[in-house]
Nanobody
């Protein structure tokens, strides 16, 4: 069955960095776009970034543009989210989600359990 397993979350200081990973299984990974979303306590789900199946096209929310970078390793069935210049408002649970097709359409059919990111001094 389809599985998406996130890791790499933790505690970071403001201005620091973290790299999240999402390891996928149960489907032809190289054929699907992948996205990251986050949910802060008491808030709704916020789309963060997306990447096409071939990794050539990436998109970012304005709130993370220039600070976060999404990438993928199709040979390793893994998507990464490199997060730099972290801010306290980046504190959230981060989820990896599988697109229904190869493009970034923000139409998802599977997602993982998430990994917690806390930015605090």
């Amino acid at each position: 069955q389809v599985q998406l397993v996130e890791s790499g979350g933790g505690l970071a200081q403001p201005g620091g960095s973290l790299r999240l990973s999402c390891v996928a299984s149960g489907f032809m990974f190289g054929g699907y776009g992948i996205g990251w979303a986050r949910q802060a306590p008491g808030k709704g789900l916020e789309w963060v970034a997306g990447i096409t199946s071939d990794g050539l096209v990436t998109e970012y929310a304005d709130s993370v543009k220039g600070r976060f970078k999404i990438s993928r390793d199709n040979a390793g069935n893994t998507v990464y989210l490199q997060m730099n210049s972290l801010k306290p408002e980046d504190t959230a649970r981060y989820y990896c989600r599988k697109e229904r097709g190869p493009q970034v359409l923000r139409e998802y059919d599977y997602w993982g359990q998430g990994t917690q990111v806390t930015v605090s001094s």
